[in-house]
């Protein structure tokens, strides 16, 4: 057999691999983009239901040791999605359900200590809070004496879903059900059904929920 028979049989068994990856990729679009569907329905659903019940948090936010937050009404519940052009295929890029913890207090905090003002300042970008901002300075010296953040203390809730089309996955991007943090897992498309949405309503509802049991890569962040 000659050099370019070699040739031949290598591009044979190239295109065959490529064959085979084009049809996975094919199909794990699929079970994505149905999972997609799924959720996105499902969501739309939820968020009237949620919207009449309002369901009470059932954790205690913590803004600063001495500034608690607990009783709040979980309510203007959301549902959106975006789309996008993959491999000429129109998509979702992602899903997103967002809702308000109120708690209708006004508050003002005064932070004199520059990495309090960080940590509060944090606490705050991951709540969704856009506070009145007062830098105080000594009128003299003009040394800072104290920042003060005024606020309506009402909460984010957000729970996006950001699909891959081509591993065939869906994460799960979750802020602020347990406290001030985002919670990331990933479940395989074929795993994203009415049964694990449910315990993800569960867990909006604040009832026990084993939905991060059966993720894949559980990460928490908290602000």
């Given at each position: 057999m000659g050099f370019l028979d070699d040739l031949k049989r290598q591009a044979d068994a190239l295109k065959t691999q490529q064959t085979?990856?084009?049809?996975?990729?094919?199909?794990?679009a699929a079970l994505v983009e149905a999972a997609c569907k799924t959720v996105w329905h499902y969501w739309l659903d939820l968020a009237q239901q949620l919207n009449v019940l309002q369901p009470t948090a059932p954790v205690r936010f913590?803004?600063?040791k001495s500034t608690p937050l607990d009783g709040l009404k979980r309510c203007d519940f959301r549902v959106d999605a975006r789309r996008k052009q993959h491999r000429?295929?129109?998509?979702?890029?992602?899903?997103?359900?967002?809702?308000?913890?109120?708690?209708?207090?006004?508050?003002?905090?005064?932070k004199d200590f520059p990495p309090?003002?960080?940590?509060?300042e944090s606490k705050l970008r991951q709540a969704g809070i856009s506070p009145d901002t007062k830098w105080v300075r000594h009128p003299e010296s003009g040394?800072?004496?104290?920042?003060?953040?005024?606020?309506?203390?009402?909460?984010?809730?957000m729970v996006r879903v950001l699909p891959d089309h081509d591993e065939g996955k869906l994460r799960f991007q979750i802020n602020n059900l347990d406290c001030l943090e985002t919670v990331t897992a990933d479940f395989p498309?074929?795993?994203v059904g009415s049964?694990?949405?449910?315990?993800?309503?569960?867990?909006?509802?604040?009832?026990?929920?084993?939905?991060?049991?059966?993720?894949?890569?559980?990460?928490?962040?908290?602000?």
């Open positions: 085979v990856d084009t049809a996975t990729l094919a199909r794990n913590s803004l600063d000429g295929q129109e998509v979702y890029d992602h899903l997103v359900i967002h809702a308000l913890q109120k708690s209708g207090r006004m508050l003002t905090m005064s309090e003002i960080e940590r509060l040394r800072l004496e104290e920042v003060r953040f005024s606020f309506v203390a009402d909460l984010s809730l498309a074929h795993r049964d694990l949405l449910d315990q993800l309503a569960r867990w909006m509802m604040g009832e026990p929920s084993p939905f991060l049991q059966q993720a894949e890569g559980v990460r928490r962040v908290e602000a």
